[in-house]
């Protein structure tokens, strides 16, 4: 077992958690549909025709917003980070509590405009912002918003990671690369309606791209017990990215899927949805490397690529 958290990445340290997160109650209690590992936790409902999503996120000062960021922006990414977990699900959000630590050295008026930019956020996507928490930390300390979300679900409709097969073809929604000089990483749309049109058309497993197509898609096929293979001459770039940027970058928030059946070329709205590839058999396919993982060295602050 390695010493320190800088010896493992995220995936490793996860790997561990999970195995002691899913220990004999979470397996015993027949209300947890999903437990951890995907983008949200799936809780049945107290009816039968809908599920409960659940998802925690967080965003720290100097890993995803620097601090002369506008602070509206700052609760704008907080809330929207989480809400593109529920997209990936294929549910709508629906309330929400947002926690903040900081140190007493912020400004009273940068943390009520943080508080803004989340009320705005919650409101053009219909869900309620319900409570929280405060709490202070050292002087110089950075500040962590975090957020814990609430979705809804038909039930027993949840798109989850784990359910691609071989033969499933793979797409992603809009484009990929440059979150950061373009700024993308702080103003970018989750995906809800998309999220459900595509459960609606019945795709086999979907996730959210935020560490990056070279992280996210290896947790997919693993998670479904399969490989995959791309081609990188179809990825979908925004204008001066290159097919390493949207390996590499992360922060796109845009919906990874796999279908057993051909989807067209854009969703409902016009957003395109572009085939990248295609689930193959566990040991096949190939390998991709990049994107974003926390605790390691790979990066710098704000993911720079």
């Not at 409902?45 to 700052?74: C, F, M, N, W």
């Not at 990414?77 to 947002?98: E, F, Y």
């Not at 996507?125 to 002087?139: H, N, Q, W």
């Not at 110089?140 to 957020?147: H, I, K, T, Y």
Request: net charge negative; proline share 6%.
């Amino acid at each position: 077992m390695s010493e320190f958290l800088s010896d493992c990445g995220e995936n490793e340290i996860v790997d561990g958690l999970l195995q002691i997160l899913g220990g004999p109650l979470n397996q015993q209690r027949s209300d947890v549909l999903v437990g951890p590992g995907d983008d949200c936790a799936v809780i049945a409902g107290t009816t039968d025709r809908e599920d409960i999503l659940l998802k925690a996120d967080s965003v720290i000062e100097g890993v995803h917003y620097q601090p002369d960021e506008k602070p509206e922006l700052v609760g704008e990414k907080a809330l929207k980070r989480a809400i593109s977990d529920i997209a990936a699900m294929g549910g709508n959000p629906t309330h929400a509590v947002v926690s903040v630590a900081c140190s007493g050295e912020v400004p009273v008026a940068y943390l009520r405009a943080v508080y803004h930019g989340l009320v705005q956020t919650s409101e053009r996507f219909d869900l309620a912002i319900v409570g929280g928490d405060t709490a202070g930390l050292p002087d110089r300390s950075p500040a962590v918003f975090s957020v814990s979300l609430l979705g809804r679900v038909p039930a027993g409709e949840a798109v989850l990671r784990s359910g691609a097969q071989p033969g499933d073809q793979l797409y992603v929604t809009g484009r990929l690369g440059g979150s950061l000089p373009s700024r993308r990483h702080l103003s970018f749309e989750p995906r809800i309606e998309e999220g459900i049109w595509l459960r609606e058309q019945g795709v086999s497993a979907m996730m959210d791209l935020s560490d990056g197509l070279g992280k996210d898609l290896p947790r997919l096929a693993t998670a479904s017990g399969c490989g995959f293979v791309i081609d990188q001459s179809l990825l979908p770039l925004h204008p001066g990215c290159s097919p390493k940027n949207a390996i590499c970058d992360g922060e796109d928030y845009e919906l990874l899927v796999a279908s057993a059946t051909q989807l067209p070329a854009t969703c409902p709205g016009g957003l395109s949805l572009t085939r990248i590839g295609a689930i193959v058999s566990e040991g096949e396919g190939q390998a991709v490397e990049g994107g974003w993982e926390y605790f390691t060295n790979q990066g710098s602050v704000c993911r720079d690529a």
